[in-house]
């Protein structure tokens, strides 16, 4: 991969994604990412890196493994910290990307167990996106919430789920709907939690002349129709500031610090958010949002949502690319206001 | 890796005359015209050696966070500009002044999170945004270098 | 037939969350709601309940018609409660209006100059965008509640104290 300052391209990122032939039992194969290894059987996904002069493993249950992966795929890497659970995640640097095994798990790191290693981001993305592929089975969706997709995560390899994890994107420039701008979702049914939701569009009158110059939706409406959960996609863009609503079901396959503030706004129904420090993973709050009710995620912690009935959440994110600097120097607070 | 077929008019060659500008980009959306301090058609940016063979470079118009930034992108003698603006969060593709992500003369990266755009029409082939492309500004390379196309 | 109650929030019931602190301040999440905020303001006062830098979201109590307002730069609404008709005009003379590089919403001091482009009536859910180069104003019958995103300007009235657990 090059980079500006040197001037030798290296190889396809495609072309250097290590992976074994299938395994004879499962038939799922086993990936390697420098030091990292990853392999999964019916049941588990272990992750190994050698510390202390040993091979060290972690494991989590393989649902939950490709739920986060799944974030870390579709978001490019997120901001900041996608931390899988308590011990596995990576860190976006912006290009390069870091994957890291018990570096912010307190108890692992002080007993020098823990490791990290750093990539070129596009070539840990052709890694991750080899496993996801060859790890979800026909059935699972690993963007749906428990109840609505199957249970076949489980088990030796079956199939795959292609057109669930390489879904269509979004890409939006202003505002959902805008001619030339990205798409409203009129042609995905209403989600099973929300066919109480007003199907109705703002009324537009326009002055001859004005016909398609004015610009409304019903981002309600467009929120009932999501496809997939805890997935934020952008409907306004005021300059930096980006509001990216999302819909949320079960348990945020994430622990997510962030690398700047970030402020959530719960728009219906009700998420409960555990909140941890993001160096160290001690609890520091548990915040119960309801309907109207705003609160901002401070930059020094990690934290992760559960939600029994699917809700709609409002995420408002400044998308200024210094903020990381910003924050982890100290020139800004990890809190957006004083008082 | 399969290359996509450059569209009709982009990057072809032809007999360079001295004050014949070449156009080096046809399919240009004029949208990135109306944002603050965009560069007006005929001005100079740099000369073509100033963006370096395969790579990327980044030319500021304009003061403050909303100055116009516009993305070269060099493959030999053929120079491709766009709004430096990824469709997927509006970022620039750089966090770091000219520090960018790239497979030289093929592909450019978003920093923030992947986005991956081809040189020739900055098409997204893949990432978070696949399907949109990056606002094509176009150029024209005469004896005097790079400048943004008349109109 | 689906078991599921969507549950949305208005000025007339509504259920603030909580705070549950185990190490941390409270006054680090400016945790407010913003159907109590507007319950207690000022029709179209513009009362910031996020702020990220320059970056602001507002919750404004619409009720009756507002003065005309303007940006420099594009703003969005989204109605969170009522129903609200925003009326649009192309201004003619925007950079005397709103000089470039200005920040944040600015009220004009009487009608607007330029055409006008439209009404939209909009009901909870609703969201529109307020685009540059036009000057805009709101009305509304019954109280009803707005959430507006836009850069931290002269109009935008902060009391973090005020409307924040702590």
Redesign the interface.
Known sequence: MAMLETAAPAAKPSSRVKASAPDSRTHYRKFELGQFSFERDEYFVTIGWSAKGARQQHRMSADAFLRALMRDVAWGFFYGWVNFDAMFGTRNLYGRVQFFAGRYNEAYHKAGLSYVEEFDSPTAMETCKAMLRDWCNAGFDPFAAPEETGSTWAGTKQGDNIAAIERFRVATKRMPGIPGDSPLRDDLPVNRAFVDVAQDEPEIRAEPGYEGKLQAFNLFKYLSRSDVTWNPSVTSVCRESLFCPTTEEYILPIIHGNDRVEWFVQLSDEIEWDVSDKETGRPRARVLMKAGDVAAMPADIRHQGFATKRSMLLVWENARSDLPKLYESGQLKPYPVEF | ?RTAAAPAGVGGRRAAQPDTPMMLQSTEDP?WRER?FAPEPGTRVCSVEDV?D????EFLFGE???AFRLLILRSGSRVFGYVNRC??????L??EP????????EHI????????FRFEDGY?ED??????SLEAVALEVNAEGVRIALR | MSSYQTAFGSLDKYEKGALTIINDDPKNYCFSNIFEVASKSKPYDKIAVGKNLEYVIEAVRAEGTSDWFAASHDEFVVVMDGEVTVTLVELANHSAIVAAGKEGTVKLSGAPQGSRMGTIRLKRGHQALLPKGAAYQFSSAKPSVMLWQTLLGDLTVQKWREICLH
């Open positions: 890796m949208a603050d370096p395969g790579m990327a470079k403050g966070r909303q469709p997927h969060f509006s970022v620039p750089n966090v000219d520090r960018f992500t790239l497979f030289a003369h990266y978003c920093s923030t999170h992947c986005a991956m997204c990432g978070p945004c696949a399907g949109a």
